[in-house]
């Protein structure tokens, strides 16, 4: 059975501080795509990383690929409030057929 | 820009009655997919399309139906709802199997 598990699954952290959310999954995929929730609202694409060693950077926001150790990682970099929701990670193992597997989630709060 | 529409956004069912979720899309994306999010379990892949006329079970298909006639449009049946369907569903497409999905903004379904 797939696993895609996320860490932390809540994190509360002070406006300005860096943290890092970490997404692990159980089987070969080479193609993993961030997304962001907010409470009550549709999900947002953040990156889509699509080989081993990818970063991708947009704003306090960077994540990274790495597909020998099935890992993939979200850093946050002097966050601020907006940065509050719900962080999602997905990979698809069997490209072309679109078969994404979802982590639990990560929700964030960010505190002034 | 419509995007990814489903309808409707709230539906509260008896057990045992059926019903259509609603989905279309605008962007002349070949791949669709339905999910389902529960509290605490990320999203879960209902069926899945790679293009009209293809549909495919995804992570937990029992108790749904899908068809994809048109390229637009990718309905969700529930065949006869049971509480355990009580969840939100999403609706998302993609252009390409690299590219990120494009979220609906969700249907709140309640099974009494």
């Known amino acids: 059975e797939l696993k895609v598990e996320q860490n932390p699954l809540f994190l509360s952290m002070q406006e300005g501080k860096n943290y890092t959310i970490y997404c692990n999954y159980s089987?070969?995929?080479?193609?993993l795509y961030w997304y962001r929730q907010d409470p009550g609202k549709s999900l947002e694409s953040l990156f889509v990383l699509l080989s081993n060693g990818a970063v991708k950077q947009e704003g306090r926001l960077m994540a990274s690929l790495d597909t020998k150790a099935r890992l993939s990682t979200l850093h946050i970099t002097a966050a601020v409030h907006d940065l509050s929701a719900t962080y999602f990670c997905a990979v698809d193992p069997r490209p072309p057929l679109n078969q994404f597997y979802f982590g639990t989630g990560t929700s964030l709060t960010v505190i002034p | 820009n419509a995007g990814v529409t489903q309808t409707p956004k709230f539906q509260v069912l008896k057990t045992g009655q059926s019903m259509t979720l609603q989905c279309a899309q605008d962007?002349?994306?070949?791949?669709m997919s339905w999910y389902r999010q529960d509290p605490g379990m990320g999203l879960r892949l209902i069926h899945y399309s790679v293009g009209a006329g293809i549909t495919d079970q995804g992570e937990v298909p029992n108790g749904y139906n899908v068809s994809r006639s048109t390229t637009e449009d990718f309905p969700l049946r529930l065949l006869s709802a049971a509480p355990s369907q009580t969840s939100v569903y999403f609706c998302?497409?993609?252009?390409?199997?690299?590219?990120?999905?494009?979220f609906g903004d969700g249907t709140r379904l309640s099974i009494l």
């Open positions: 089987t070969t995929s080479d193609r």
């Open positions: 962007m002349n994306h070949e791949y």
């Open positions: 998302a497409s993609s252009w390409r199997n690299n590219q990120p999905q494009h």
